[in-house]
């Protein structure tokens, strides 16, 4: 199984920008899609954006279009999460996620924290 390891989170204020990497050691992703997902307190996970295998095609929801950007790079099997122009409500626990060859994982997850 795909072992993912978030990193990149932390405290930032309104307006400011964080870059999330999720690496798998030892493992080669270019098989697998990949998302990151993020669940807020008190709020159900949320998908916030997936990119394809090949990074080719690339999906957000609503509230994070035009501020944050998913991107791959596989070759160092690592997939980014630039997120720009935060805001409070992107406040959350940012999560890993790797589906393919009939296998899914997650990571542990990363803490980020908007202040207004």
């Known amino acids: 199984q795909v072992q993912l390891v978030e990193s990149g989170g932390g405290s930032v204020q309104f307006g400011g920008s964080l870059r999330l990497s999720c690496a798998a050691p030892?493992?080669?992703?270019?098989?697998?899609?990949m998302s990151w997902y993020r669940r807020a307190p008190g709020k159900e996970r949320e998908l916030v954006a997936t990119?394809?295998?090949?990074?080719?095609?690339?999906m957000y929801t609503d509230s994070v279009k035009g501020r944050f950007t998913i991107s791959r790079d596989n070759a160092k099997s690592t997939v980014y999460l630039q997120m720009n122009n935060l805001k409070p409500d992107d406040t959350a626990v940012y999560y890993c996620?790797?589906?393919?060859?009939?296998?899914?994982?997650w990571g542990q997850g990363t803490q980020v924290t908007v202040s207004s």
């Open positions: 990119i394809t295998s090949t990074g080719r095609s690339t």
């Open positions: 996620y790797a589906f393919g060859l009939g296998q899914t994982s």
């Open positions: 030892g493992f080669t992703l270019s098989s697998y899609a």
